[in-house]
């Protein structure tokens, strides 16, 4: 306790020294410009889950561990919502904290906020601990059904980032705890197929020059067979014109000739 210094120095009395220093420690727990109490800074940075976990990293999600345990603060009630704040990087330095849960940003003003808040909870749904055999994690962006202009929607993330995260704890009367910022996360991106440059190994030549051979002969070997097939049909076939002569059978006819009578003269 400085304040038996600060006093005498300044012309004040011990009574009047506690006062000024409360005042000061006061003033140090309140926003400035707003009036309002300085959120309770808890030591813990959100984390990524763990690498072998599918789906960690997707193009419009990323999977965070949940923060088991830590808001046990006696500043911190059973009542007091948990948010997840969303931010690009470059937005964190003007990130400010909504007065009231009414204010909390919603999805749809991200292009021009630069963050939202989203994932509410409460302390009860952090307990301390892990149970044997449960994976208690966060996944962002993983509502594909809800509207972004609602407050709170987990809407898909609309880039690849990077993003950093905070947890904010809130009441009625505005912020009462948060979580230090997170590192850079940057999501998978959709990779175009591209040839290889440069000219082709010697090899692949060879191959590529075999395939060709055997693909032309397998063509030609079923061309012939279709021709062969084909000109086999067209001889069973038998075709009439009108170059065809019919066959007349010739008929040698027999007259009976009466023989004269005897006699006659």
Not at 57 to 74: A, D, I, V
Not at 122 to 146: E, F, I, K, M, S
Not at 193 to 208: F, M, Y
Request: charged letters at 10%; one cysteine or more.
């Amino acid at each position: 306790d400085n304040s038996w210094r600060l006093g005498p120095a300044m012309g004040l009395s011990a009574g009047q020294s506690q006062l000024l220093m409360s005042l000061l420690l006061l003033l140090t727990h309140v926003q400035p410009g707003t009036g309002i109490a300085a959120p309770e800074h808890i030591n813990y940075v959100p984390q990524l889950s763990n690498d072998t976990l599918a789906g960690r990293l997707t193009q419009s999600t990323f999977t965070l561990e949940q923060p088991l345990g830590q808001f046990h603060s006696h500043n911190i009630s059973d009542s007091d919502t948990i948010w997840l704040v969303v931010a690009l990087s470059n937005a964190t330095q003007s990130f400010t904290a909504p007065r009231s849960n009414q204010d909390v940003p919603a999805p749809a003003s991200f292009s021009q906020r630069g963050y939202y808040l989203t994932l509410r909870a409460n302390r009860g749904l952090y307990p301390g601990g892990q149970a044997r055999g449960q994976l208690r994690v966060l996944r962002v962006g993983n509502d594909t059904h809800c509207q972004p202009t609602k407050i709170g929607c987990n809407h898909p993330l609309p880039g690849p980032g990077p993003y950093r995260v905070k947890f904010l704890v809130m009441n009625d009367e505005g912020p009462v705890a948060e979580t230090k910022w997170s590192s850079d996360t940057r999501l998978q991106q959709a990779q175009a197929l591209q040839a290889v440059p440069g000219p082709q190994s010697p090899g692949t030549v060879v191959i590529i020059a075999i395939l060709s051979i055997l693909l032309a002969v397998l063509l030609t070997a079923l061309l012939a067979v279709l021709i062969y097939t084909c000109f086999n049909s067209c001889r069973s076939t038998s075709l009439s014109g009108p170059e065809e002569t019919g066959s007349v059978r010739r008929y040698t006819t027999h007259h009976t000739f009466s023989t004269p009578a005897e006699g006659a003269s």
